[in-house]
């Protein structure tokens, strides 16, 4: 399986799930919340080839994090993959988003310093601003929207930005998630869990658990399970030669 955005490293027993993602998925990008995590998380992960794990600074913490950013921007010559960065406009992180957008800005000019990167962006109740930070300030890096939840005319702006969208079963659970992914070009499409914090029955959803997001994007598209997969496993294995020239799916 394959998985674009997921919190491996914040699942009770990340070292134990090793074994088992090395086994069960082809691909699986592990998203951090702070840089001083995305280097521990590195070493920790350092043995698993599929796995990639992507510098972030969660727009959700920031405020806590402040002492971080220096850091995070240092860090982004070094790291292929960015995420998760982005903005979060819900009440509780209203406060902090003149910070978090500066933040994101100042992250993809750094980006562009070194040719672009591949990132994966949180955009809940922000999509607006982030459509507009995109526009401003990245040229060259290759912009994931993970659990994309704004309008459909946003979409056809992200679209024409580059952006790829993740896809996660939480998303394909309620009208609007699918409304919205019936629109989304499939050859824009990825797949994500983002665990641990997406539950199904009360547990969470583990990075080899996508099967519901190529089976969900097969019936919204009208098209065969078959031919899902094999749109995304492309897509996916565009993007993996983006992170990796040397890996293949
Ligand atoms: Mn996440």
Redo the contacts with the bound molecule.
């Keep these: 399986m394959i998985d674009f955005?997921c919190?491996l490293d914040l699942y009770p027993n990340p070292l134990q799930l090793l074994p088992i993602v090395e086994q069960r998925c082809k691909l699986v990008v592990c998203?951090t919340t702070s840089p001083r995590a995305w280097k521990r998380t590195a070493e920790y992960f350092a043995s698993a080839p599929n796995v990639y794990v992507a510098l972030g600074i969660h727009p959700e913490i920031i405020h806590a994090k402040e002492g971080e950013i220096e850091l995070m921007l240092e860090y982004i010559e070094h790291a292929s993959c960015i995420g998760?960065i982005g903005i979060d406009g819900s009440p509780q992180n209203r406060d902090s988003m003149h910070l978090q957008a500066s933040v994101f800005e100042s992250i993809l000019f750094e980006c562009e310093k070194f040719g672009g990167r591949i990132l994966s962006i949180?955009s809940r109740r922000a999509s607006k601003d982030v459509l507009h930070i995109l526009e401003k300030a990245s040229v060259d890096s290759t912009p994931i929207l993970?659990w994309f939840s704004g309008t459909q005319s946003e979409i056809q702006q992200a679209l024409e930005l580059g952006c790829w969208f993740s896809i996660n079963p939480q998303m394909l659970a309620g009208t609007k998630g699918r409304s919205l992914v019936s629109i989304m070009p499939l050859d824009r499409m990825l797949p994500e869990t983002?665990g641990p914090?997406t539950t199904h029955k009360g547990k969470s959803y583990m990075p080899w658990e996508t099967n519901l997001v190529y089976k969900s994007i097969a019936e919204i598209k009208g098209i065969s399970l078959e031919d899902c997969i094999s749109h995304i496993e492309r897509n996916s294995s565009y993007i993996l030669k983006l992170i990796d020239p040397s890996a293949s799916l």
Excluded: G, R, S, T
């Design positions: 955005h919190h998203v998760e949180h993970h983002d914090f």
